[in-house]
């Protein structure tokens, strides 16, 4: 509280409290002391009337007399405070009175000595008188002086003394009074003396506050208050200098800022005008990154297009190899193409990522089937493990997931000599409406270093730029893989140890989408029991899982022979294998062994179904009975090992939708291209798909074709001279609405890779779009999406045919007949005269099952030819087997045409036999 009070209020404070406590203690004391003194007078001064009485009324006591006692009373009561004063007998008898009755009680005793009673208005005295008092009195009888005469009785009032207490008390208050008033007075004329320069002080102080820095204090009379002023008076001067120095620096600077403004604003026009450039720098780069694209496309559809149908035809070993290498360069730099336009693309921000259902499972597995080829050349094992609790339909950019994936494996398929490469996709976090992800691609090869990571997600950087480096590459893939996934919202990283191998990881947050019917176990293979094996241990865990989700019972084996007894043992006791799949090479067992592994299990009726690595199709295919259904490449794909093994379970599936499919009408196609090479592919390769096909090189030209003929499907080329793809699209869409039709499908045909093209398409009119190079597969897949009618692949029957009846394939080849034999010439003549003992036989008996129409009869011989001739050295007849009975078994029509070339081929067989003999 007190520091709420002003300057004035606590001088005022400091002067009159000490002076009002000072005056009131003293004044109290002394009032005190007065009002005590002038009691103890009373008492004594009624003493002393009592004690003069006493002699006065001795000898009118002694006498009786109370007249003489009256008077003497009434003139008592004429001294001051005297209220009553009465006399009284010894025995306290009234004798005389005089004044009122008296207040207090008489005293109470006897003796010589007077008595008193005090109360709050009068005090009361009572004094004996004796024989002595006479003396006084000038009557003195000496043998009376002890003898009581009587009594004397006063009462004193104390209204006079309080009186002039009071009288005191006033005097003294009013003395009191006139002090302070006096005190506070001075301590008014001091506090102005102090609040007046204080006032001025912060008067002048609200003023520099205020900005006006010129106020100046004068001179405040008081030493201590000159000192302060005199303070306040120098800040004031350098607060003064400073401002003005300020000032000066601000003047300088806002000089040198609008100096700086025209600087900036002729530089922001520069700026501008070097931004437009940019943009149409921009802008001219896009175009050529496109036309580029289109450019180069273009020629390399054509090569790889034509590479593709020239394998197809009759050509010699080296013809091969030649086109191979042609058709492996040309994947190479197209590749490479499509990496740079990647990164100029998500360079320019305008990479646009679509968000479509797929299946996680298989985007791993197709990846792995695509990339297994440069693995088994390597003899490299590919390994995908989809852990189960990894939910498989998502919804994101799968041709952009597929991207990365394959950049991931490939770098590991390039940087290891030997061991395996597993690809693992494993749940992190899972939420109601999506999932966290990891897929990791894990291998066994060289290993980086801590350098080679850092420097690893660099544009153009490579983890290995030695001179003895593996060639391949831009340096860019990691990089547009860490920007797409980073596009995604996930990251990306790796785990390296040098000289143990990488592991490259992915995580990744993405929707999850409706579960996708075909991924449900099949009724017809639901517990059913397979057999697997497989010499690698990640294999074999990864075929069981896969197996175990198609509903299959599974029993694992680490070698074929205790499969073969389990088989066996399994088919005495009432629960046989149904199913045996065996993941095998070359190291593990030879495909003569294998053969014979196959027909044993098919007798214990094992349905076999034999994975081995690409680049050992080729040496396993001739000894299979059904290699088209009996035989696949690793790594096994979920869905194709199912239908493999449900045809293998139900062959009649096959036949009806062969039959299905060969009963449907051929679509009717109009493509669209203004280059030749291009054109004449794509035309090559839907008729050899089996549509009907008009090719047309203009826009022009098409349009004209619309309105003439009717079409299924048109494939039109966007970049063409005169009118182009879009402007063709946009007037045939206008006849189709000028004529009331349906609209006609039609899917450009492009070479442009820049971003939003597939939006720019759709919005032109046109409903889909394909990027070239194009692949039968693709033009298969596109015609059924938008016709509903199925083109078959190309008849691989016939291409056996073709190749049987061609010269590559001997009648009889020695050399093959002595590799079978495991080089022994004895063996090898001694197996082939069985075969051509039998061939008699077994021609006939497949005649007459012929003439019988037994279909299971002929299936049974043409089997049994087709397992003798494994072991010989008889190209053309082991091939004309092989189709006779896939043909059989399928119901196919061409069976017959198939048979009489197997009557042909052992009439040939049998002739060179005497001729060589």
């Not at 008033?181 to 506090?191: D, E, P, V, Y």
């Not at 061991?419 to 693992?424: A, L």
């Not at 259904?629 to 239908?643: E, F, N, S, V």
């Amino acid at each position: 509280m007190l520091n709420r009070l002003g300057i004035r209020s606590r001088v005022l404070l400091l002067a009159l409290l000490p002076a009002g406590l000072m005056a009131l203690v003293l004044g109290s004391y002394f009032t005190w002391l007065q009002q005590n003194e002038l009691q103890t007078q009373l008492l004594q001064r009624g003493k002393m009337i009592a004690e003069h009485l006493a002699p006065l009324v001795a000898p009118a006591l002694v006498r009786h007399d109370p007249a003489q006692l009256e008077r003497i009373a009434a003139q008592a009561l004429d001294q001051p405070d005297v209220r009553a004063v009465a006399f009284r007998d010894p025995g306290r008898n009234n004798l005389a009175h005089a004044g009122p009755s008296m207040l207090n009680q008489a005293p109470s005793g006897g003796g010589t000595e007077m008595l008193e009673r005090s109360g709050s208005d009068a005090t009361r005295y009572l004094l004996p008188v004796f024989g002595h008092h006479r003396d006084l009195a000038g009557d003195r009888i000496p043998s009376e002086a002890d003898r009581l005469l009587g009594w004397v009785e006063i009462e004193l009032s104390h209204d006079g003394t309080l009186l002039r207490g009071y009288r005191s008390l006033f005097t003294s208050l009013l003395l009191i009074f006139f002090g302070m008033l006096a005190t506070a007075l001075l301590a008014l004329r001091m506090s102005r003396t102090i609040n007046g320069p204080i006032s001025e002080i912060k008067h002048a102080v609200t003023q520099l506050k205020d900005g006006n820095l010129e106020e100046r204090l004068p001179v405040m009379g008081s030493y201590e208050m000159d000192e302060l002023a005199s303070g306040i008076n120098r800040m004031a001067e350098t607060l003064q200098n400073a401002h003005e120095e300020l000032q000066h620096s601000i003047d300088q600077a806002t000089e040198d800022v609008r100096q700086n403004l025209e600087t900036i604003e002729i530089q922001n026009i520069e700026l501008d005008m070097a931004r437009k450039e940019a943009l149409e720098a921009s802008r001219i780069k896009s175009e050529f990154l496109a036309n580029m694209s289109h450019e180069i496309r273009t020629p390399l559809n054509g090569i790889l297009g034509f590479t593709h149908l020239l394998q197809k035809s009759e050509l010699t070993p080296r013809q091969h190899d030649y086109l191979g290498t042609i058709e492996k360069s040309a994947g190479n730099l197209l590749g490479i193409i499509n990496e740079i336009l990647d990164f100029s693309k998500i360079e320019a921000g305008k990479l646009v990522l679509d968000s479509i259902p797929f299946n996680l499972r298989d985007l791993i597995q197709d990846t792995l089937t695509i990339l297994a080829p440069a693995a088994h050349a390597k003899q490299l094992e590919l390994v995908s493990l989809v852990y189960r609790d990894t939910p498989l339909s998502l919804v994101g950019d799968p041709l952009r997931l597929k991207q990365i994936l394959t950049n991931l494996v490939s770098n590991a398929i390039k940087f290891t000599r030997e061991g395996t490469i597993v690809t693992r996709a494993m749940l992190e976090e899972e939420h109601e409406d999506s999932v966290q992800l990891r897929i990791s691609v894990q291998d066994t090869g060289i290993g980086l270093t801590s350098q080679d990571v850092r420097a690893l997600f660099q544009a153009f950087s490579q983890a290995d730029n030695s001179l003895s480096r593996q060639p391949g590459g831009t340096g860019l893939g990691l990089v547009i893989a860490k920007r797409l996934i980073e596009q995604m919202g996930g990251e990306i990283g790796v785990d390296s140890t040098p000289g143990e191998g990488s592991q490259f990881w992915v995580s990744l947050r993405l929707p999850k989408a409706r579960d996708d019917a075909e991924d449900l176990p099949l009724q017809s293979l639901v517990d059913r029991r397979v057999a697997i094996v497989d010499a690698h241990e990640l294999a074999l865990q990864a075929l069981e899982h896969q197996l175990e989700d198609c509903g299959l019972r599974v029993t694992a084996f680490n070698s074929i022979d205790p499969l073969l007894h389990a088989v066996a043992a399994a088919r005495m006791a009432g629960e046989p294998f149904t199913l045996a799949v065996m993941g095998v090479n070359l190291d593990s067992v030879s495909p003569e062994r294998l053969g014979q592994y196959v027909q044993q299990l098919e007798r214990l009726d094992c349905q076999a179904l034999v994975l081995c690595p690409t680049t050992e199709q080729a040496l396993y295919h001739p000894y299979l009975p059904n290699a088209h259904g009996q035989l696949q490449a690793k790594p096994a794909c979920t869905r194709k090992l199912r239908r493999a093994l449900l045809d293998l379970v139900q062959p009649r599936r096959i036949n009806s939708e062969a039959k299905a499919s060969s009963d449907q009408p051929s679509p009717k196609v109009l493509c669209v291209d203004d280059n030749p090479a291009n054109l004449l592919l794509v035309q090559t390769l839907l008729e050899d798909l089996g549509a009907e096909v008009l090719a047309v090189d203009s826009g022009y030209a098409a349009v004209q074709a619309v309105q003439d003929e009717r079409f299924d499907l048109v494939l039109m080329d966007v970049q063409m001279p005169g009118m182009d793809g879009r402007e063709c699209t946009e007037q045939i869409r206008q006849w189709e609405i000028s004529q009331g039709g349906a609209p006609l499908p039609i899917v450009a045909l492009t070479a442009h890779a820049m971003a939003n093209e597939k939006r720019a398409l759709l919005h032109s009119g046109m409903d889909d779009y394909l990027t070239k190079p194009i692949s039968e597969r693709q033009l298969a897949q596109v015609v059924l999406k938008w016709t509903g009618l199925n083109l078959s692949a190309p008849n691989h029957e016939r291409t056996a045919e073709r190749i049987a009846n061609s010269s590559e394939l001997k009648v009889l080849d020695p050399e093959e007949g002595l590799r079978l034999a495991a080089g022994k010439p004895d063996l090898a003549a001694d197996m082939l005269a069985m075969l051509l003992a039998s061939l008699e036989a077994d021609r006939e008996a497949i005649r007459i099952a012929r003439e019988a129409a037994d279909r299971n009869g002929m299936i049974e011989r043409v089997h049994r030819l087709n397992g003798a001739s494994r072991y010989c050295g008889v190209p053309q007849l082991r091939a004309a087997c092989q189709r006779s009975e896939t043909l059989l078994k399928q119901n196919d029509p061409e069976a017959p045409r198939a048979l009489d070339e197997l009557d042909r081929a052992i009439l040939r067989l049998t002739a060179q036999a005497r001729l060589s003999a």
